[in-house]
């Protein structure tokens, strides 16, 4: 399989160009499809694969803002785009990028200085809590939080008490409205607070910010499911042209590995696109929540090979991440095949 390997000049050292591809491809289908940048696949993988962490960063969103302009433009021709809120976020999403940028930076130099691998060590924790945490978080609400969903706004109509989410969609300090995502009125503070945090989370864990942002959208915000992706996306790529710009000119992108995981991920962001209208909303989170949990065990068994230096755990992570992902695309495939061919059918019959 040498041949296929090629020297990336700003990593110093030979990857091979399948393996780029393969995790666009992937990337592209699970992107298209959850409404999220992919990176955080992404960017753990190419850490696993010999990526130091800050250029496994900044490669990714040389890959996350080339990818979105795809996903973004085909949601937009299907309607799916909330362009008044994707906009509006600018105002915390860039702020947040930058700090996070700034933290990845600090934590490098004290690296360097130390002989350690701090910034790598810090990210992944950072990965493995946020993963491992949010898709806990929509398992439980996907299985237990959604079954009782009914008798809440039930006993919330008796008693006239708010969640604490109704709470924060109903503060009016400063409002805005977004008709397409059927939101009447909602604070700008939110809007910046929750985006803020959502560029943090971006440019110090490199990532577009989706599998944040995603369930922010929807849970936080309200907005409905479909919407959220491709609004979602849209965000993804004005954060990506951002930090694609920030980590170019502290010399941590590898633009030649970005280049051959966008030739996988066009192809696969059409794949993941198209499916969405095919599954439905809460479907779609399962899918999301459990490819979260497995991306998070393979940054786990990273970190584990990193404390006890044994080689095994190394290719068990490489090998775990890169399975789950084209096992979760071979899922999305078939399930937008069968469903395109009911479609067809129904179609037929009605002729």
């Known amino acids: 399989m040498d041949i296929f390997n090629f020297y990336l000049p700003i990593a110093q050292m030979e990857f091979n160009v399948l393996l780029l591809m393969s995790i666009g491809f992937c990337v592209g289908v699970l992107g298209g499809f959850f409404g999220v940048g992919g990176a955080w696949i992404v960017t753990p993988a190419l850490n696993i694969f010999g990526f130091p962490m800050p250029l496994a960063i900044g490669t990714d969103f040389a890959h996350i803002f080339g ?6 433009k085909k949601h937009g021709k299907m309607g799916n785009v909330d362009w008044k809120l994707g906009l509006t976020t600018i105002i ?22 130390s002989g350690e691998d701090i910034v790598g060590t810090v990210v992944r924790w950072s990965y493995i809590i946020m993963l491992l945490g949010l898709g806990s978080f929509m398992l439980y609400d996907y299985f237990v939080l959604r079954k009782k969903k009914e008798a809440k706004k ?3 109509a008796t008693i006239g008490k708010k969640s604490l989410i109704d709470k924060i969609r109903s503060w009016k300090f400063l409002a805005i409205s977004y008709p397409k995502s059927n939101i009447e009125s909602i604070s700008i503070v939110v809007v910046f607070i929750v985006f803020f945090f959502c560029g943090l989370v971006s440019g110090f864990l490199g990532v577009g910010g989706g599998f944040i942002r995603m369930p922010s959208l929807v849970y ?4 409905p499911t479909a919407l959220a992706v491709g609004t979602d996306l849209f965000v993804v790529m004005i954060d990506g042209a951002y930090a694609c710009f920030l980590y170019s000119f502290y010399g941590r992108t590898e633009l030649f590995a970005a ?9 696969g962001a059409q794949i993941g696109v198209t499916a969405v209208k095919f599954v439905r909303g809460y479907g779609i989170r399962l899918l999301f929540a459990i490819m979260v949990c497995l991306a998070g065990l393979s940054v786990v068994l990273k970190q584990m090979e990193s404390i006890l230096h044994y080689p095994a755990l190394k290719a068990a992570s490489g090998w775990f991440i ?18 395109a061919r009911k479609e067809i059918q129904a179609k037929k019959a009605g002729m």
Not at 259 to 266: D, K, P, Q, R, T
Not at 322 to 331: N, Q, R, Y
């Open 67 to 72: 990818k979105s302009i795809v996903a973004t």
């Open 92 to 113: 915390g999403e860039i702020p947040g990028v930058w700090v996070g940028a700034q933290l990845i930076m600090y934590l490098d130099r004290l690296g360097k200085q």
């Open 154 to 156: 039930l006993q919330a």
């Open 220 to 223: 936080l915000i309200g907005v």
């Open 259 to 267: 280049l051959f995981m966008l030739v996988g991920a066009a192809i």
């Open 322 to 339: 890169m399975g789950s992902a084209i096992t979760m695309c071979v899922i999305i495939t078939v399930k937008l095949i069968i469903s």
